[in-house]
Nanobody
């Protein structure tokens, strides 16, 4: 079993910054990717950013140039540096970990951390 522990959320003014962290522990093997998703009230969960095992990254168009995903492979930890935050970034942010074994994909999710951007 895998545990994902997120931290770093909070309340910030528009234009401000936050840094989210997600540490994975437990039965970890063959990590394909780690990433961040978010869900705003009344909306579906959406991809924010993802980083693969070889360091490739992908971002939602709405966050490109403002949010940066990075990863510490030794610590099995993924980060999301969030700059120039906007009120529309307000959501619960969830960490995701994808692992694989032949023929099987394993998805694990964190409990979520609230990010609120408001003056």
């Amino acid at each position: 079993q895998v545990q994902l522990v997120e931290s770093g959320g909070g309340l910030v003014q528009p234009g401000g910054s936050l840094r989210l962290s997600c540490a994975a522990s437990g039965s970890i093997f063959n990590i394909v990717s780690m990433g961040w998703y978010r869900q705003a009230p009344g909306k579906q969960r959406e991809l924010v950013a993802i980083i693969t095992s070889d360091g490739s990254t992908n971002y939602a168009d709405s966050v490109k140039g403002r949010l940066t995903i990075s990863r510490d492979n030794d610590k099995n930890t993924v980060y999301l540096q969030m700059n120039s935050l906007k009120p529309e970034d307000t959501a619960i942010y969830y960490c995701n970990l994808v692992m694989v074994r032949p023929g099987t994909r394993y998805d694990s999710w964190g409990q979520g951390t609230q990010v609120t951007v408001s003056s």
